[in-house]
């Protein structure tokens, strides 16, 4: 849904003007790099788990 309303943002600015066009376009980078961050930390948690035997879940438990 924020892709979505990111890229109709863009497309909206787009037609306008090219200040327009930043405000879709910076929400569009914040996303991916939201996206791509979540991506590398789920990777990254699947490998400790299978092959270090580590868990994230359950230390972040202990502490809490």
């Not at 569009?28 to 400790?48: D, M």
Request: glycine share 8%; with cysteine; proline share 0%.
């Amino acid at each position: 849904v924020c892709c979505t309303f990111a890229h109709y943002k863009y497309f909206h600015g787009y037609v306008q003007s090219v200040k327009g066009r930043l405000t879709g376009f910076y929400l569009s980078v914040i996303i991916l790099s939201c996206l791509i961050t979540l991506g590398a930390a789920g990777t990254v948690n699947s490998f400790l788990d299978e092959y270090l035997d580590f868990s994230i879940m359950e230390q972040v438990h202990k502490l809490l």
